[in-house]
């Protein structure tokens, strides 16, 4: 991969690197057991109206904090409702958080970096808002937002998304940087393109690349806020399944019946793990030089 | 030399660790466990419950309440007269009781309380608990003469609740706002030794004190030399810390935590005979949903309040089936109480008939709107289960429940709004004419009468209630009023919560009180095992 050489094309050469690298990835037994899981996490998430095998929001109180097993397979969880079918349910809205929150993130953090990299004016006061921004624990950060923004899905996106921007808009400036310092960009400016043709035809298409392999390494540990966020209480309001919230109220019941919080818990680690050795593998798989 | 060192030191670590679990468990001691503070201890100028559980060790009340909550016994004053008509109560006090200071207690002291709590300019609270008051004068330095404008019948009762616990009025004076944070001088069989705000406040035995009142075990002195109430914020780690030996006693155990507790062979489980607190669930009726009764009925017996008391209380709580419990003071059985039982069948045609009515999905649909409403609650885990249980129910009958839970510092807020639908809570109470007088007089809009309740035959039935100088008037009143309340169907009632007191094997068994949900009361009859 080389997006120096390519200097009139430079979006093939990235497209078909990408091509390469998912093959070498599929020689990456751990990365490749990652995907794999991951795409079965996702495909159950996404079809878990169909798969779950009990309505998701079916209260039981009489049938509360049952052991695994008999019809329900993974037991129930505080109000009587089937584990499985929650966590599906949890996983489908924890993923959608997480895929949403990283969307948004990577909106504001690439806008942020590109523009401190291209207006060298704005880099100054850009980067120091990024400083503030990251001097705050994310944790921190995404909690003050929630309690500010109030509780619902489209407020839990927004805090979700502002804190991990900043990270974002770091590898962004850092890679458009050195972009900008290539000819094609020198070039472009002398035929006379304008800042918005030169900023998307070519800076962001010759910055995508390394910003994705960081997201896809960022949405593990945004997955992880929203689970920590929901844990908190400051996550969806009920009877909405979360993964963060069903390890929640199952931590009261930990010596009673351990399978509820296990269960949520298990399953945020194994996403969070997955995501975090595939994106590990994409970044090996790419140019070392792309992240420092 | 050699040897010396090493035997030193080894016996040096030895009483180190001998010494290091008696630092929180000195010989003498009791440490009692809470989740959270009070802003100040002064009695006419704190509501939290966290300052009544500490000033009931520290000062006391001029009568008090016997265990069944019911009878009223002396306490500061050994014995009082009513008039005829209801306006001039004489109290008698004892000649044997001193402060913390030594100072003896006069009626200069119960005069001083009441003109510092009722003072317009002065910042107190509950004011209302005193009833309209002409004066309050001593008539010598052993008897107070406290008149009123109106008859209240309440106020005896009334009398034995932490805000009308006789303070020094020379240390208020002297201290403003620093009273009861820096220091509190009382009667009580201890004395206020420190408070570190949210962590922890200790007391001392009062030396001198001899004056308990009757129906404790102890009449004085008490029998453990300090006490000392510490702050544990998570209700988990609190019920770990009992286990461990960290702490000796306490009421904010979870009921989660409870049926661990109990199968713990040191642990031990005291009830106090009586107690109230309910927990409901509120309806706001000039809500537009709402302002149908069958609407109402439909939604009271949709929710089964007895898997709530089973599931999320874990048996410590009975299901609730009116607004108060049957043993509080004026409750009046004739009532009817049919539309607070659980029968979803009978919800769902009570729907139908009102108009709602079910689709293919299951929700209830009228003139094109949907039946959904907001419910606003707390974010506490009982509080939290219960919403989620109640939510879980009414979708059983197709009524969809938007559930806001709020963090116990904005949710006091949001419920004066005109925002939500139902709303949950738990109160304490002492009768039913207390409850009443709280939440269903029209006065009380819009909080706590948060249900918009104006009924002018409610407001008189309750006025008729506080001035009846008879029980026999005060009752009839109060059941009448009762009567119309729970026919209008205002609330959900869902469980009475029994209050348990988790003691550990350093502390002797002993009858916890139920008064304002302090049971340990004024610690005389706390004794240590050995």
Not at chain 2, 99 to 104: Q, T
Request: with cysteine.
């Amino acid at each position: 991969m080389n997006t120096k050489a390519s200097v009139p094309h430079p979006t093939k050469s990235a497209g078909s690197a990408r091509s390469g690298l998912f093959r070498r990835l599929a020689r990456d037994p751990v990365a490749l057991v990652a995907l794999l899981f991951l795409i079965v996490i996702v495909a159950a998430a996404v079809l878990a109206p169909l798969l779950a095998p009990f309505d998701p929001y079916d209260t039981n109180l009489r049938m509360r904090l049952r052991p695994p097993g008999g019809d329900h397979l993974l037991g129930t969880d505080t109000q009587g409702r089937d584990l499985l079918t929650r966590l599906l349910f949890g996983a489908r809205t924890t993923l959608a958080l997480g895929f949403a929150s990283i969307m948004v993130g990577s909106l504001i953090g690439t806008s942020i970096g590109l523009a401190a990299a291209f207006y060298r004016r704005l880099e100054g006061p850009l980067m120091r808002l990024v400083d503030i921004m990251l001097s705050f624990p994310s944790i921190l950060f995404g909690l003050a937002l929630a309690a500010m923004l109030g509780v619902g899905m489209e407020s839990l996106v927004i805090a979700l998304g502002l804190s991990t921007a900043p990270p974002i808009a770091r590898v962004a400036r850092a890679t458009a940087t050195t972009v900008m310092q290539t000819e094609y960009m020198d070039g472009g400016r002398v035929i006379g393109l304008s800042d918005a043709t030169l900023i998307r035809r070519y800076l962001l298409r010759n910055c995508a690349a390394p910003i994705v392999v960081y997201c896809s390494l960022q949405f593990g540990e945004t997955i992880l806020l929203a689970a920590a966020l929901g844990f908190l209480g400051l996550g969806l309001q009920p009877p909405i399944a979360e993964l963060g919230s069903i390890a929640a109220e199952g931590r009261s019941f930990i010596f009673l019946a351990p399978h509820v919080s296990t269960a949520a818990s298990l399953l945020i680690f194994t996403i969070v793990l997955s995501c975090n050795l595939l994106g590990d593998a994409f970044r090996d798989l790419t140019d070392p030089r792309l992240l420092p | 030399m050699t040897g010396m060192i090493g035997t030193r030191s080894a016996s040096f670590i030895l009483a180190l660790m001998v010494a290091a679990p008696a630092a929180t468990q000195e010989a003498d001691n009791v440490v009692a466990l809470r989740v959270s503070d009070t802003d100040r201890y002064d009695p006419q100028r704190s509501t939290a419950l966290a300052a009544a559980e500490v000033l009931y060790m520290v000062g006391e009340t001029l009568v008090t309440l016997d265990h069944d909550l019911k009878t009223v016994r002396p306490g500061l004053a050994e014995r009082w007269e009513v008039s005829p008509d209801g306006l001039t109560y004489t109290f008698h006090l004892r000649r044997d009781v001193s402060f913390c200071d030594a100072k003896p207690f006069t009626a200069k002291a119960v005069v001083g309380t009441m003109d510092r709590w009722l003072d317009p300019d002065f910042p107190g609270v509950s004011k209302w608990k005193a009833g309209k008051v002409e004066s309050v004068k001593a008539l010598d330095d052993y008897t107070v003469e406290y008149r009123l404008k109106q008859p209240y019948s309440e106020l005896l009762y009334q009398m034995t609740q932490f805000n009308f616990i006789i303070i020094d009025p020379d240390q208020a004076t002297a201290l403003k706002d620093d009273f009861g944070v820096a220091a509190f001088n009382g009667t009580g069989p201890f004395c206020f030794q420190s408070w570190t705000p949210r962590t922890e406040t200790v007391l001392t035995r009062h030396e001198a004190y001899r004056w308990g009142p009757a129906f404790m075990t102890n009449s004085g002195p008490a029998k453990v030399g300090r006490i000392v109430w510490k702050i544990v914020p998570e209700e988990a780690t609190l019920a770990a810390a009992l286990q461990t030996g960290e702490g000796d006693v306490s009421f904010a155990v979870p009921p989660w935590a409870l049926a661990q507790l109990q199968s713990a062979p040191s642990m031990q489980l005291l009830r106090p005979q009586a107690g109230f607190r309910t927990h409901y669930i509120g309806m706001k009726i000039t809500r537009p949903d709402l302002t149908d009764r069958r609407v109402r009925e439909a939604l009271s017996l949709a929710v089964d309040q007895a898997a709530i008391a089973d599931a999320i209380f874990f048996g410590e709580a009975e299901a609730a089936h009116a607004y108060y419990s049957k043993q509080a003071r004026d409750f009046n059985p004739q009532m009817n109480l049919d539309a607070f039982g659980y029968d979803p069948e009978r919800a769902k045609s009570l729907l139908d008939e009102a108009g709602w009515i079910a689709q293919a999905d299951g929700t209830r649909m009228k003139d094109g709107n949907p039946l959904s409403l907001v419910f606003y609650g707390f974010t506490s885990e009982s509080e939290r289960q219960m919403a989620e249980a109640v939510q879980g129910d009414l979708r059983k009958i197709g009524v969809e429940l938007k559930v806001e839970l709020y963090d116990p510092t904005i949710v006091w807020g949001k419920l004066k709004t005109q925002d939500f639908d139902l709303y949950q809570m738990s109160y304490p109470y002492l009768s039913a004419g207390e409850a009443m007088n709280l939440y269903f007089l029209s006065s009380n809009m819009p909080t706590p009468n948060r249900m918009n309740w104006a009924d002018p035959k409610t407001d008189q039935l309750i006025d008729a209630g506080n001035r009846a100088i008879t029980p026999d008037a005060r009752y009839a009143a109060f059941a009448e009023a009762g009567a119309i309340i729970h026919d209008a169907v205002l609330w959900k009632p869902l469980v009475n919560e029994n209050l348990v007191v988790v003691a550990g094997p350093r502390l002797k068994p002993f009858k916890p009180h139920g008064v304002s949900g302090a049971p340990l009361y004024n610690g005389l009859d706390l004794e240590l095992a050995k």
